[in-house]
Structures are given as C-alpha cells and as structure tokens.
C-alpha cells in the first residue's frame, strides 16, 4: 500500500473503477495497526487499488471527506464514496469488508 498525497488522491483514486484509501498518521498507534493489516489484504484483491494517505499532510482531502478520527478507511467507486470504517481491526474482519464491498 503506498502512501499518497493530495494530487495523486486527485489523479489515481478518485478515476480509478475501484480504491481503497487508509486515511492515516505516522504518530498514530491504531493506524500502526492497520497498515501492515492492510499490506497483507491488499494482496489477495490485485483489481483495487490500497493507498494510504497522512491525513497530517493532506489536510484538504481529509477535511473534504470528513475525517476525524483515524484510522479511516474508505472504499471509492469511480470516484465516489462507497462504504468507510474507523478504527483498527483484525485481519479477518478487514478481508471480509474488502470482499462484501469489492463483490470479489
């Protein structure tokens, strides 16, 4: 999962058919959680595109998708939100999100 900043948001997620963006921070314990969770799921689904994004760095986006707690993850369909959860939780319960969302 690559981490992405405001103008990649822009060009790669929001036309992409499919996305999934981890609205993070480096200082924050859960989103430490998260990510290597996230690394791992996004392996099994090779048509989503997994991106993560400091919300620290990227004020504009976060505040435009109205984060405010993080981690926040939210599922993109052709640009426009599908579905969100807050918070860190297991790989299994992540997987199973990413597959009742993605239908694959």
Not at 5 to 26: G, R, S
Not at 60 to 76: E, K, Q
């Amino acid at each position: 999962m690559n981490q992405i900043n405001e103008k990649e948001f822009q060009e790669k997620i929001l036309k992409a058919n499919m996305a999934i963006v981890d609205f993070n921070a480096v200082w924050c314990p859960p989103c430490k959680i998260l990510t290597p969770i996230m690394n791992e799921v996004e392996k099994n689904f090779p048509n989503v595109i997994f991106a993560g994004l400091d919300v620290d760095e990227n004020q504009m986006t976060a505040a435009a998708y109205g984060v405010m707690s993080i981690p926040t993850v939210i599922l993109f369909k052709k640009g426009v939100e599908v579905d969100r959860f807050v918070g860190a939780m297991p790989k299994a319960q992540v997987l199973n999100w990413v597959k009742q969302k993605t239908g694959q």
